[in-house]
Nanobody, 120 residues
Framework: QVQLVESGGGLVQPGGSLRLSCAASGSIFSINVMGWYRQAPGQQRELVARIFSGGSTHYADSVKGRFTISRDNAKNTIYLQMKSLKPEDTAVYYC??????????????WGQGTQVTVSS
């Protein structure tokens, strides 16, 4: 099993910055991909950014140039640096990981979510 601990959400003014963190732990053999998704009220959950085992990244068009995803492999942790935040970035942000366990089975895990509110 994999456990995810997210942190870093909060209230920020438009144009401000926030940094989210997500740490994975458990019986992890390797991680295929980790990423951030978000869900605004009344909206479907959508991909924000993800980073693959080889280091490549993928961003939603709406956050390109403003958000940066990075990782610390030694800590099985990813970060999402968010800059130039807009009110439309307001959502619950969820961490997601696809990992291979020590049993060699593949599992997908979601974090509990962290609220990001962009408002003046």
């Amino acid at each position: 099993q994999v456990q995810l601990v997210e942190s870093g959400g909060g209230l920020v003014q438009p144009g401000g910055s926030l940094r989210l963190s997500c740490a994975a732990s458990g019986s992890i053999f390797s991680i295929n991909v980790m990423g951030w998704y978000r869900q605004a009220p009344g909206q479907q959950r959508e991909l924000v950014a993800r980073i693959f085992s080889g280091g490549s990244t993928h961003y939603a068009d709406s956050v390109k140039g403003r958000f940066t995803i990075s990782r610390d492999n030694a800590k099985n942790t990813i970060y999402l640096q968010m800059k130039s935040l807009k009110p439309e970035d307001t959502a619950v942000y969820y961490c997601n990981v696809v990992a291979i366990l020590s049993t060699r089975s593949t599992t997908q895990t979601w974090g509990q979510g962290t609220q990001v509110t962009v408002s003046s």
